[in-house]
Nanobody, 121 residues
Framework: QVELVESGGGTVQPGGSLRLSCAAS????????VGWYRQAPGKQRELVAV???????TYADAVKGRFAISRDNTKNTVALEMNSLKPEDTAVYYC???????????????WGRGTQVTVSS
């Protein structure tokens, strides 16, 4: 089984910064896509920033130039650096990874439990 655990959420004033981290553990053989999604109250979960199956990354238009995604394959971690935060960035942020476990050698989607980010003055 594979587990994703997020950390780093919190409350910050507009214009501030936060860094989210996600650590994957378990029987990981290979990781394909990995990244971050968010869900605001009353809205659907949306993509924030992801690494695709190759080395390319995709960002939501709303966060381009403000957020940066990074990963450390040796530690099975992915991070999201968030700068110039706005009230509309307030949401629960979820880590996602498409992982092939060494138990069945099949790619499956895994989600973390989420971490709250609140941007408010």
């Amino acid at each position: 089984q594979v587990e994703l655990v997020e950390s780093g959420g919190g409350t910050v004033q507009p214009g501030g910064s936060l860094r989210l981290s996600c650590a994957a553990s378990g029987s990981i053989f290979s990781t394909n896509a990995v990244g971050w999604y968010r869900q605001a109250p009353g809205k659907q979960r949306e993509l924030v920033a992801v690494f695709n199956g190759d080395t390319s990354s995709t960002y939501a238009d709303a966060v381009k130039g403000r957020f940066a995604i990074s990963r450390d394959n040796t530690k099975n971690t992915v991070a999201l650096e968030m700068n110039s935060l706005k009230p509309e960035d307030t949401a629960v942020y979820y880590c996602h990874a498409r992982v092939m476990s060494s138990s069945d050698y099949m790619y499956k989607n895994y989600w973390g439990r989420g971490t709250q980010v609140t941007v408010s003055s």
